[in-house]
């Protein structure tokens, strides 16, 4: 039986997932594990996201705070599943990206591996992005070559919607290698507004939205971005979109109702999905979404109502709970990593080819 965790905080900043797989005879949730991002900790490394004093220090400390949690977590999880540190052949750690720019030949996950082995006693695997991008890739997304793995059992064209900060989309087309890229924000830019406006981390069931009209002048602005036109392989992240970049855009428009904002935020995740689905993969029949988007009811029906043709539904109706399939993305690269498998897919970064990716911290 191999055990193995996975590690991950996205681009929403809210918490950390651990996630405890088996691999055989098939890939397989064991057990999960969740804490809650500490605000103090969440500010600094949205701080760490643009230059500013001193950072190389504040992200050494930062990177510290984060490994301590995931060593919690990896712990608590390991006591509740009764399995020692020997259990697990290795966990797969993404740490947090806070600086993603492919175009200039770097992406940047701070998560201190070293201090995550000796603090759970545990091979580390982690690093993942970096050897994409020295082969010319994007180093995002990453996640679709697991969900090949998990749903190229299916008949028909199928696309994997992950919904975080940022959403991307898997294509996976029988007899053809699986295809993917960002399509640009998920809830970034709706969690950041309803933080301003509200003071709440994030729109549950995008219930505020629902609340709103949708701003046609708004949405043609927001939509003007360079970023949309551009065909994949692509990946993008708080580089490019944030709140000072939708600040921007409303600067130079007349004033809108706050509740009409979020509402044309969401017709922009959604519209956005939907465009680039259409040009990549016209006749998609199935789409499953998974990430906390997953749970915004508002984004899924709008979702559906833009693509008739094709069933909309979560990963959880093909029993995969949606909230942990990035974290179990992570683990099972980890074990690509261990075994010389690549990870990586250059028809979804762009890379020169077939590359095994992360760096190995024994225990």
């Known amino acids: 039986m191999a055990l193995y965790i996975g590690v991950m905080s996205g681009t929403s900043l809210d918490g950390l997932d ?90 940047v996950q701070i998560g201190n591996p070293a201090l995550l082995s ?95 009209n949708v701003e046609p002048t708004l949405l043609k602005a927001l939509l003007s971005d360079p970023f949309f036109a551009t065909k994949g392989p692509k990946s993008t992240g708080r580089e490019v979109f944030n709140l000072p970049w939708l600040i921007r855009h409303l600067s130079q428009l007349p004033s809108f109702p706050p509740e009409n904002v979020q509402a044309t935020l969401l017709e922009l995740t959604a519209l956005t999905i939907v465009e680039s689905l259409r040009h990549a993969q016209s006749d998609t029949q199935e789409l499953l979404v998974c990430g906390g988007g997953a749970h915004n009811g508002a984004l899924m029906k709008r979702l559906g109502d833009l693509l008739p043709k094709a069933t909309v539904s979560s990963t959880a109706a093909h029993g995969v709970d949606p909230d942990w399939v990035e974290a179990m993305a992570f683990a099972w690269l980890a074990h690509c990593c261990l075994e010389g498998i690549p990870g990586n897919r250059p028809s979804v970064t762009g890379a020169r080819g077939l590359r095994v990716l992360g760096a190995i911290y024994p225990a």
């Not at 008949?155 to 007899?175: M, T």
């Open 18 to 107: 651990i996630a405890l797989i088996e691999l055989a005879p098939a890939i397989k949730l064991v057990a999960t594990h969740y804490i809650p991002m500490p605000a103090s900790l969440r500010t600094e490394l949205l701080g760490l996201c643009s230059s500013g004093p001193d950072e190389i220090a504040r992200s050494a400390i930062a990177q510290q705070s984060w490994v301590k949690l995931a060593a919690e977590g990896v712990h608590t999880l390991l006591n509740e599943q009764q399995l020692k540190p020997e259990d697990i052949t290795a966990i797969g750690s993404h740490g947090q990206t806070i600086r993603h720019e492919p175009a200039r030949g770097f992406t």
């Open 118 to 212: 000796e603090l759970t006693g545990i091979t580390i695997v982690s690093d993942f992005r970096s050897r994409d991008v020295a082969a010319g890739g994007q180093g995002a997304p990453l996640v679709p070559a697991f969900h090949e793995a998990l749903f190229e059992d299916q008949i028909g064209n199928r696309a994997v919607l992950n919904v975080g900060g940022f959403s991307n989309l898997s294509l996976i087309e029988p007899g053809k290698p699986v295809a993917g890229f960002d399509c640009g924000p998920g809830n970034v830019l709706l969690d950041a507004w309803i933080h301003q406006q509200k003071g709440d981390h994030f729109d549950r069931d995008g219930q505020w939205a629902a609340c709103g």
